[in-house]
């Protein structure tokens, strides 16, 4: 069984990860809102921040990418789940305060040239993000080559919009980048598309 500590610490990380970025975080921070120990920081993680960071934007790739069937699973195809997405994703940054973006990008953005484990932490996340979404668009009859591209494509709008989103204070962003997927998704479900 996984030592609570041990989750804490996780959970701490990838929340402040999330917040503030991996480079504003501090591990004696980290061990703070974990109300952990400071020792145990290195009990647990002998590899350090670094270590935590991989980790922790692992369990936060995956709690997000639970995101995918909770939209797509439940909507009536994947049109109006992919509209429902990003009004989805503006409503939860305009009611957070522009705070809840991807806790992946920030993280991607920050170390990927400066840390291999963190960056392939990242890259595994956003491809978990491609195959989720992937099955969905195979799943509506659309081509695997093409459905890997769609969700390509829907993954680099909504991360863009969430970056022009955050730093303009609107949703503006996010809505246009809402209707630009769906209009993608349309197109690659077109009897023409091939």
């Given at each position: 069984?996984?030592?609570?500590?041990?989750?804490?610490?996780?959970?701490?990380?990838?929340?402040?990860?999330?917040?503030?970025?991996?480079?504003?975080?501090?591990?004696?921070?980290?061990?703070?809102?974990?109300?952990?120990?400071?020792?145990?920081?290195?009990?647990?993680?002998?590899?350090?921040?670094?270590?935590?960071?991989?980790?922790a934007?692992?369990?936060?790739?995956?709690?997000?990418?639970?995101?995918?069937?909770?939209?797509?699973?439940?909507?009536?195809?994947?049109?109006?789940?992919?509209?429902?997405l990003?009004?989805?994703?503006?409503?939860?940054?305009?009611?957070?305060?522009w705070?809840?973006?991807?806790?992946?990008?920030?993280?991607?953005?920050?170390?990927?040239?400066?840390?291999?484990?963190?960056?392939?932490?990242?890259?595994?996340?956003?491809?978990?993000?491609?195959?989720?979404?992937?099955?969905?668009?195979?799943?509506?009859?659309?081509?695997p080559?093409?459905?890997?591209?769609?969700?390509?494509?829907?993954?680099?709008?909504?991360?863009?919009a969430?970056?022009?989103?955050?730093?303009?204070?609107?949703?503006?962003?996010?809505?246009?980048?809402?209707?630009?997927?769906?209009?993608?998704v349309?197109?690659?479900?077109?009897?023409?598309?091939?």
């Amino acid at each position: 069984m996984p030592s609570d500590t041990r989750e804490r610490l996780i959970d701490a990380g990838a929340e402040l990860f999330w917040r503030q970025g991996y480079v504003a975080t501090g591990v004696k921070q980290i061990v703070t809102t974990a109300s952990a120990p400071f020792g145990s920081m290195y009990h647990f993680f002998p590899g350090g921040k670094e270590q935590l960071g991989a980790e922790a934007v692992r369990r936060s790739g995956a709690a997000y990418g639970e995101l995918v069937p909770l939209f797509f699973d439940t909507a009536a195809d994947v049109v109006s789940a992919t509209l429902s997405l990003f009004g989805g994703a503006a409503d939860t940054l305009r009611d957070t305060d522009w705070a809840d973006a991807c806790p992946i990008a920030t993280v991607a953005l920050e170390v990927s040239n400066t840390s291999e484990p963190l960056r392939q932490a990242c890259a595994d996340v956003f491809e978990s993000w491609l195959e989720l979404l992937g099955e969905r668009f195979r799943a509506a009859g659309i081509a695997p080559d093409r459905a890997r591209e769609v969700a390509i494509v829907l993954v680099a709008l909504l991360e863009g919009a969430f970056v022009l989103a955050r730093a303009m204070r609107t949703t503006e962003p996010v809505l246009a980048a809402g209707r630009a997927a769906v209009a993608e998704v349309e197109r690659a479900l077109s009897p023409d598309a091939g």
